[in-house]
C-alpha cells in the first residue's frame, strides 16, 4: 500500500466514523466480558463455601459448572463479536476501500 493510498483512506471522514465505532463496540464487548469475569473471581473471594457446596454426592463442587458457564460464555461473547465485525464493519471497511481505490 502506498503512502498516497493510506493518505487517501485516513483523510476519508467514514473511516473515521468507521474507527470510532469499531472501537465503542469492542469496548463494549470488553467491557462485559470484564464484568463478567469480574463476578466471577469476585463469587470465588466473597462465597468459596458456596463454591465448594458438593453435587452429585460429592462428586463435584458447584465451582465446576460455574466455571464451565463461564468459559461457554466467553467462547460465546468472542463470536458473537466477530458476527457483529463480520456482518457490520467488514462491508464498511470494503466500501471505505472501494472509494479509496476509484478516487486513486
Known amino acids: 500500500m502506498t503512502s498516497d493510498f493510506k493518505d487517501l483512506i485516513l483523510a476519508n471522514p467514514k473511516y473515521g466514523q468507521f474507527v470510532r465505532k469499531r472501537r465503542e463496540v469492542a469496548g463494549k464487548f470488553a467491557l462485559l466480558a470484564l464484568l463478567v469475569f469480574a463476578d466471577y473471581l469476585a463469587l470465588l473471594m466473597v462465597a ?12 463435584m463442587t458447584v465451582a465446576l459448572p460455574v466455571t464451565l458457564w463461564l468459559i461457554v460464555f466467553m467462547i460465546a461473547l468472542a463470536r458473537r463479536y466477530a458476527a457483529y465485525a463480520e456482518q457490520v464493519f467488514d462491508p464498511q471497511l470494503d466500501a471505505i476501500l472501494g472509494e479509496a481505490k476509484r478516487v486513486f
Open 48 to 59: 468459596p463455601e458456596w463454591m465448594a457446596y458438593p453435587l452429585w454426592g460429592g462428586r
